[in-house]
């Protein structure tokens, strides 16, 4: 008990030293601040849809299979590549018919966290229902469910493991949904640079970080939407990119701030995200702190918190640093062996 109490005592000493670099936040926020983005110790799982290894397992299959796909020639990977921070670097995704979609594919990292919305617009309201949108969309995967369980229900493996991870409802939609789901809640973005400075190590991220985090916080007020651990509220927001996608406007008509909102992303392994935004259009971190920047086109939907910010070259430099502090080690996935 006592040797804690001193840890506190040091560690508060600790921070105003390091406070004091930072000329851009008050003295007594960085700690406070600091606390606000520490990791979760626990991935959570809804209790509707509760983790066990034998559902991860066949989800992990699932993601990895192109016989989910009706051509048998895509994965949820081919669009969501772990090499590539679970997105590809491309401005739209490619779907199974090779025609180029209208959205850039978003990370599938730490969408344990991502609720309760799935998608830009948040079209689907659980991981579960979100999963089967891309298998059945004609220009995605393109594959009928009732063909996918004819499928997967003749390899005697898969329907093996079904039935041993879903007891009594075996190769199921249901199933295949919450497999996948489950897999999808095991995919956390690794320990990154910033990690380790909020656990309290300050030689972890550099001085221009460190700066670039407080403004981050303070007058560049990117933390009201990018909130918490994950850099994100998961909320709808018109940030003032020039667009003709209405984004949430198509699920919410009447409420004239959803128009040209999306969905905020979150910022971890973000340098391995490029390019950047729903349709892909801001190719690197310094065009998009252009963007911001700039406040974004005026329009009645836009947000209130996106004005024009008043920001040195030396700033939006400490900004760009401080994001690339976010990538976390690079974490070895192994393709599965597939279900034969
Ligand atoms: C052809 C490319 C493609 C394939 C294949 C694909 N996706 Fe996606 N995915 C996208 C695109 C594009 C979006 C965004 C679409 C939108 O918001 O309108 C998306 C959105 C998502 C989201 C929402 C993320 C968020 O932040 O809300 C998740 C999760 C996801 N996909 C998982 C999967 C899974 C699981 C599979 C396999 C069953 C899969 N995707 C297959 C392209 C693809
Ligand atoms: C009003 C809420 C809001 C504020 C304030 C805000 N963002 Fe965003 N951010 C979003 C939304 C929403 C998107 C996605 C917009 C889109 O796709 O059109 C986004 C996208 C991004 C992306 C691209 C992520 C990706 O995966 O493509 C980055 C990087 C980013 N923001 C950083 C910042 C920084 C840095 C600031 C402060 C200078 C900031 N944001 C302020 C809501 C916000």
């Known amino acids: 008990m006592h040797s804690i109490r001193l840890c506190v005592l040091s560690c508060i000493a600790l921070a105003a030293i390091a406070v004091g670099a930072i000329a851009n936040a008050a003295a007594q926020d960085i700690p406070s601040l600091k606390a606000k983005y520490k990791r979760p110790a626990e991935i959570p799982f809804p209790a509707t849809n509760p983790y066990t290894p034998e559902k991860a397992a066949l989800g992990k299959a699932l993601y990895f299979d192109p016989r989910v796909s009706g051509n048998q020639n895509m994965t949820c990977a081919s669009c969501h590549n772990p090499s590539f921070g679970w997105e590809v670097p491309l401005k739209g995704a490619i779907g199974s018919q090779n025609t180029m979609l209208g959205r850039n594919a978003p990370t599938v990292l730490n969408m344990a966290w991502g609720g309760p919305h799935y998608f830009w617009d948040g079209r689907a309201g659980s991981l579960e229902e979100q999963a089967l949108g891309p298998i059945q969309a004609d220009v995605e995967m393109n594959m009928p469910l009732p063909t996918l369980i004819k499928r997967l229900s003749g390899i005697p493996e898969y329907k093996r493991w079904f039935d041993g991870a879903f007891p009594g409802a075996g190769v199921s939609a249901d199933s295949i949904a919450k497999a996948i789901a489950t897999y999808e809640r095991t995919v956390v973005s690794g320990y990154a640079p910033f990690d380790a400075w909020i656990d309290g190590d300050e030689r972890a991220i550099s001085d221009s970080a460190k700066n670039g985090f407080a403004l981050f916080n303070g007058k560049a007020n990117c933390a009201v939407c990018h909130t918490g651990w994950n850099f994100t509220d998961n909320k709808f927001h018109d940030i003032g990119?020039?667009?003709?996608?209405?984004?949430?406007?198509?699920?919410?008509?009447?409420?004239?701030?959803?128009?040209?909102?999306?969905?905020?992303?979150?910022?971890?392994?973000?340098?391995q995200r490029a390019p950047y935004m729903n349709d892909g259009s801001l190719a690197d971190l310094e065009s998009v702190m252009v963007h911001y920047?700039?406040?974004?086109?005026?329009?009645?939907?836009?947000?209130?918190?996106?004005?024009?910010?008043?920001?040195?070259?030396?700033?939006?430099?400490?900004?760009?640093?401080?994001?690339?502090?976010?990538?976390?080690?690079?974490q070895v996935v192994s393709l599965p062996v597939l279900p034969q």
């Open 241 to 271: 990119m020039p667009t003709d996608d209405i984004g949430r406007a198509k699920l919410e008509p009447n409420n004239p701030k959803a128009k040209f909102a999306f969905k905020t992303p979150g910022l971890r392994d973000i340098t």
């Open 293 to 330: 920047v700039s406040g974004g086109m005026d329009r009645p939907s836009k947000s209130a918190d996106m004005r024009a910010i008043d920001l040195s070259q030396k700033e939006i430099d400490d900004m760009v640093a401080f994001m690339k502090t976010l990538t976390g080690t690079s």
